[in-house]
């Protein structure tokens, strides 16, 4: 028989496993499933197309109506150049602070709903809790919606969807959406004192960037703002640029990767074809104009729903029944909140920790707030019974 663990020692298995979203999280995931399996509780499997990664889900309790989905994500950021003063990947407890990447983003939720799996089934639910972990959220929510798309057909219709992203254990009905795509600039190269017979690709990717940004700034100035998101606006960033040979040849290529994250009331797509066309209409004409074969492409990376708050929504009454929180809030992040909603769910996010935490080096959960998601969760058992 498998020992029970806490949730603090559930939380340091889960960290151990480095599941940055450019690498498998499949180890995770198999622990998981075998942890489960010893509890007598079967686990399914949505793998990626080659089987690297994998989503899994599992129903604590009767399989009828009315459960609760508990979801979270499996993957990390990358902890490159970041400077740790512990080992990342090695929980460490220091002035009452769990560190270690991914435990505040967010694997302290799952932690606490793995940890207290035993007592979910000697409760004796009268209403099942499912789980549901994903893959590859950080890199696009690419990982969740064929898991979600399962879980609507197989399983009998739950009441909401509870997605543990870090909230300080507060209530948010609303996240923004996210739009990503990246933009490739071919110009044409030449010696950098025949500047006229070029077309330089990079001075043309810096022109197209600040376009973005004097978008973001009207669209800022005109758009009624929303008080409950931080910023309360409509945010366009460009976060990777790439392009050039040497400073003396005019730049061949340029690369740059943006993100659109609208507020749920706003449509990104608005943002792109403004953009596009502008690229379409005025951009490739006076490059070509110099040189034929130059032009521009715009490939969409990703793109993931906001989460829009909803009246009558049974996830919100059941999370500010549980926190006894009647703030509203809106989240500037995008989670897989949205996906779930989209699909029919009712969801919000509640989970332990800052987002102020999340992505940073010495990334950490405070036991305090460890304490607070394991007496939600076990609130939840309760009503449940």
């Known amino acids: 028989m498998m020992k029970e663990l806490t949730p603090r020692e559930m ?7 480095p599941t940055v979203s450019r690498d498998s999280n499949r180890a995770l995931i198999d622990f998981v499933a075998g942890y489960l399996a010893h509890l007598g509780i079967e686990a399914r499997i949505v793998p990626n197309a080659d089987g690297s990664k994998a989503n899994l889900y599992a129903t604590i309790g009767p399989n009828v109506a009315g459960g609760v989905v508990l979801s979270g994500h499996t993957d990390v950021v990358p902890v490159d150049g970041q400077h740790w003063s512990s080992d990342p990947f090695t929980l460490t407890e220091r002035g009452g ?63 909401a969807v509870i997605v543990g992203e870090p909230s300080s254990m507060k209530v948010i009905t609303g996240h923004k959406s996210i739009l990503v795509f990246t933009t490739t600039v071919t110009g044409h190269s030449v010696h950098s004192s025949q500047i006229p017979r070029g077309v330089s ?68 797509e608005a943002y792109l074809q403004r953009f596009e066309a502008h690229v379409r209409k005025t951009v490739v004409p006076a490059m070509r104009s110099v040189a034929p074969e130059t032009g521009i492409d715009i490939e969409v990376r990703s793109v993931v729903p906001g989460l829009r708050p909803e009246a009558e929504n049974e996830a919100e009454r059941l999370a500010r029944m549980l ?62 019974k």
């Open 201 to 268: 690709a990079t001075m043309i990717a810096a022109r197209l960037v600040t376009f973005l940004e004097d978008m973001m700034e009207e669209g800022k100035g005109t758009a009624v703002e929303n008080p409950a998101y931080d910023p309360p606006f409509t945010t366009i960033h460009v976060g990777l640029l790439n392009g050039g040979t040497a400073s003396n040849i005019v730049a061949r290529e340029c690369r740059f990767v943006t993100d659109i994250r609208a507020l749920p009331e706003e449509d990104p």
């Open 97 to 159: 602070k769990l560190f270690g990447r991914g435990t505040c983003d967010m694997k302290g939720f799952l932690a606490i709903a793995l940890s207290l799996v035993p007592e979910m089934k000697r409760a004796g639910l009268s209403r099942p809790i499912h789980l549901a972990l994903s893959y590859d959220e950080e890199v696009g929510c690419l990982g969740a919606p064929e898991m979600i798309a399962e879980m609507a057909a197989e399983l009998p219709p739950s009441v």
């Open 11 to 17: 939380l340091a298995k889960l960290v151990g496993f």
């Open 323 to 384: 926190t006894g929180d009647n703030e509203v809030r809106g989240a500037a992040f995008c989670a897989e909140a949205g996906q779930f909603q989209k699909a029919g769910f009712a969801t919000v996010i509640c989970g332990p920790g800052s987002i102020d935490q999340a992505h940073q080096p010495d990334e950490f959960l405070s036991l305090d707030q460890l304490q607070a998601g394991t007496d939600f969760v076990r609130r939840l058992v309760e009503h449940l």
